[in-house]
């Protein structure tokens, strides 16, 4: 699989983005998705996950939740970040990374999965 992440830019306080991560070559729902971010000086978090086990769960950070949300679109083969009233805390590389959709988002291994190259969101006023 491929992951190609867009969307990414510079907005204001309280602005929002959208981002989306393609997936190219296969569907959507073959994989367990999740969204990672890396502040400048800052390890990195994982945003958001994504998994199709047992039925279906949506995951956030504490850090993003009520403000982040991640969908699926089968008809785009993307899996979609929208980021609402944005903080200059969110400023990071975001990138979407993928396991195969038997994983749960509690095993999701970064160092198993399938990255996109990023894309920057800078939040600043």
């Known amino acids: 699989v491929q992951l190609q992440a867009s969307g990414g830019g510079s907005v204001q306080p309280g602005g929002s983005l959208r981002l989306s991560c393609a997936v190219l070559?296969?569907?959507?729902?073959?994989?367990?998705i999740a969204w990672f971010r890396q502040a400048p000086g800052k390890g990195r978090e994982r945003v958001s996950c994504?998994?199709?086990?047992?039925?279906?769960?949506?995951y956030y950070a504490d850090s993003v939740k009520g403000r982040f949300t991640l969908s699926r679109d089968n008809a785009r083969h993307t899996v979609d970040l929208q980021m609402n009233d944005l903080k200059p805390e969110d400023t990071a590389v975001y990138s979407c990374?993928?396991?195969?959709?038997?994983?749960?988002?509690?095993?999701?291994?970064?160092?198993?999965?399938?990255w996109g190259r990023g894309t920057l969101v800078t939040v600043s006023s």
């Open positions: 990374a993928a396991v195969p959709r038997y994983y749960h988002c509690s095993e999701f291994s970064a160092d198993r999965a399938t």
């Open positions: 070559k296969f569907n959507v729902d073959d994989y367990t």
């Open positions: 994504d998994t199709l086990v047992g039925g279906g769960s949506t």
